[in-house]
Structure formats: C-alpha cells, structure tokens
C-alpha cells in the first residue's frame, strides 16, 4: 500500500519534482530504543490505529518506485526528537 502511494505520487510529480516526507519515527532497529521516539510512536498508533514507519521505510519504498537521490535529511537540531524528512527526485 505504501509503496504503491509513493510510485503514484512519482508518476503525478513534474519531470525533476521532489517528494518530501516529514514524519515522526519509531527508533530504527539498528539503534538503542528511544523513550520519547517509541512514547511518540505509540500514541499515534492508539489515537489512529495506523504505524510509523522509520526513515529506512521511506528511503525503501521511494527507491522502489523509482525516485532518484533519495536523501533523509537531518532534523534534529530543527525539530521533535524523532521527526525525519526524506526527499527523493522524479527521475523522469
């Protein structure tokens, strides 16, 4: 479902359009836990019964539909702990 959301925001951004994702993170598996990311993470799931997803999510998922120099760019000095932002260009 996700990828299939990206793969048609690709096909309806202008040749060279970029897509960004601001989003507030889970921790990522590969790091240690982090109270305030996962705390953050949980209320959206109890408030909307949806997930978060990770940055590496997104970069996945825009790779797959076929964005060109996907990026996640650093937030945390701009932002909540646990926001990210990736872009990816329209390669088309």
Not at 4 to 18: P, Q, Y
Not at 25 to 33: A, D, G, R
Not at 78 to 90: I, L, R
Request: net charge negative.
């Amino acid at each position: 479902q996700n990828r299939e959301l990206f793969r048609r925001s690709r096909h309806a951004l202008a040749a060279k359009g970029i897509l960004a994702v601001l989003d507030t993170s889970p921790s990522e598996t590969s790091e240690s836990p982090d109270l305030f990311k996962d705390a953050v993470s949980l209320l959206f799931h109890i408030n909307t019964g949806t997930q978060s997803y990770t940055p590496s999510d997104c970069i996945r998922w825009m790779k797959a539909a076929g964005f060109a120099h996907v990026t996640e760019i650093e937030l945390e000095s701009k932002s909540a702990p646990g926001d990210f932002m990736v872009t990816g260009e329209n390669g088309n």
